[in-house]
């Protein structure tokens, strides 16, 4: 069987609740712009969420390469995560990209610690 790239549903936050519980009762953590609300679990894979609105951008392209930017990001540093929620807002006029992406793996391993 041929590998998928790209994140599973195992490793996606998907449903409304997960996203209610975080932003309700997650722990809250700003750096350089981006919001993370976090929360640890017993065992698991470690699981992305993203806040990424029309406000961000109104043009979907631009939205699209917002998330494509997180999950990169989010891939790239998965292994050192550990079981954990993650939900990331990335600041309004965040430009998608390389710097982005490096910038974020930086955030998302200062900040899980």
Do not use: C
Request: no cysteine; charged share 35%; hydrophobic share 40%.
């Amino acid at each position: 069987m041929r590998r998928r790239w790209g994140l599973g549903a195992d490793l996606r936050i998907r449903r409304r609740r997960d996203f209610e519980r975080l932003l309700g009762s997650g722990i809250r953590r700003s750096a350089s712009g981006f919001t993370f609300y976090l929360e640890r679990r017993a065992e698991g894979p470690p699981r992305l969420g993203m806040l990424i609105t029309r406000r961000h951008s109104p043009k979907a392209v631009q939205r699209n390469a917002l998330k494509r930017s997180v999950r990169e990001a989010f891939r790239l540093e998965q292994e050192r995560l550990g079981a954990v929620d993650i939900l990331v807002r990335p600041p309004y006029g965040a430009v998608p990209g390389r710097q982005m992406i490096e910038s974020l793996r930086q955030l998302l391993a200062r900040i899980v610690k």
